[in-house]
């Protein structure tokens, strides 16, 4: 298996354009993650996915910010509109369970000027 | 609320020596603890991990000590080598359906 795909690896766009990242997990998981790294907040989950289903997005900063999982095998996360704050690392991260812990995607470095 | 705390985040130690990182942890339902290894432009991977019912897990160079009374774990490595850079975050995880809480993370430096 390849892993948890994450494209784009870089984005940088400007404040007000829409971003959208996206994520194929692993064949096989039933969960998925989205995190954003940042050096104040470490590893912050934003919404993570059961089975497709949006289960605590709670993590959300902003209605600015949306995810979705229409199947088993892709997931985006968007931005709409950005904004300079929004900078940092996304990561996509799936798992069968949780006591095999997650696997994570390379990230997408954004950056929004 | 950080149900999981590094206080260190950044850690130096010449190679050969020992490197321990810490890990503090509030939430008493939380029975599992992972240790992720993070380098620069790549994301985390799994390190070694620990149940609750053990105080100590060993891996080659790599142990993870709990101790639960004093909701403390650490992790210890030895030698440590250059290639040990990197960002490392601790996550706990109770037996629920609630995802792992991680740490914001220590830098390790390990100097040659």
């Known amino acids: 298996d390849a892993g948890v795909i994450q494209s784009p690896r870089h984005e940088v766009t400007e404040m007000g354009q829409e971003v959208t990242l996206r994520c194929k997990p692993i064949?096989?998981?039933?969960?998925l993650f989205w995190y954003r790294q940042t050096m104040m907040r470490g590893l912050e989950l934003l919404i993570y996915f059961n089975n497709n289903v949006p289960i605590d997005d709670s993590g959300m900063p902003e209605d600015r910010f949306s995810a979705k999982m229409p199947n088993a095998s892709f997931s985006t996360l968007k931005i709409q509109p950005s904004e300079p704050r929004d900078s940092a690392v996304y990561f996509c991260?799936?798992?069968?369970?949780?006591?095999?812990?997650?696997?994570f995607g390379s990230g997408t470095r954004l950056t929004v000027v | 609320d950080q149900q999981v705390k590094q206080n260190s985040p950044s850690l130096s130690v010449q190679e050969g020596r020992i490197s321990i990182l810490n890990c503090d942890y509030t939430n008493s339902m939380f029975d599992y603890f992972l240790w992720y290894k993070k380098y620069p432009a790549e994301g985390p991977t799994f390190l070694i991990s620990i149940s609750s019912i053990k105080d100590k897990n060993e891996d080659g160079r790599f142990t993870v000590f709990l101790n639960k009374s004093a909701k403390h774990l650490s992790l210890h490595i030895v030698p440590s080598q250059p290639g040990d850079s990197a960002v490392y975050f601790c996550a706990a995880s109770d037996s629920g359906n609630t995802p792992l809480v991680f740490g914001k993370g220590t830098r390790l430096s390990v100097i040659a």
């Open positions: 991260a799936s798992s069968l369970t949780k006591r095999y812990g997650y696997t």
């Open positions: 064949s096989g998981h039933n969960s």
